[in-house]
Nanobody, 123 residues
């Protein structure tokens, strides 16, 4: 399983970004997929997860601002991030697993991960 993230960049507080994760080497519809992030000097934090049937779970810190989705036909995972704040700055990673559970607290342990894409939010 290969995962390649894109879409990171620099944005001002209040702005939006859309991250993408292109997956290959598996059938996306049968995997649990999600995003986690790591801020400078901090540990990994689960952000969101999407189940094989489309059910989603979000960390409290991003609920109402971030939205996870996937396009099974394109084998691509997305993370729409709105109302960004400097606290959202960090490296964002796409992750996948064949088994659940799928939750913002489990995605950090998914065995398949990409190289990450960096997000910087300035105040």
């Amino acid at each position: 399983v290969q995962l390649v993230e894109s879409g990171g960049g620099s944005v001002q507080a209040g702005g939006s970004l859309r991250l993408s994760c292109a997956a290959s080497g598996y059938t996306g519809s049968t995997y649990y997929m999600g995003w986690f992030r790591q801020a400078p000097g901090k540990g990994r934090e689960g952000v969101a997860c999407i189940d094989s049937d489309g059910s989603t779970d979000y960390a409290d810190s991003v609920k109402g601002r971030f939205s996870i989705s996937k396009d099974n036909a394109k084998n691509t995972l997305y993370l729409q991030m709105n109302s960004l704040s400097p606290e959202d700055t960090g490296m964002y990673y796409c992750a996948a697993d064949r088994r659940g559970p799928c939750g913002s607290w489990t995605v950090v342990d998914f065995p398949y991960r990409g190289q990450g894409t960096h997000v910087t939010v300035s105040s």
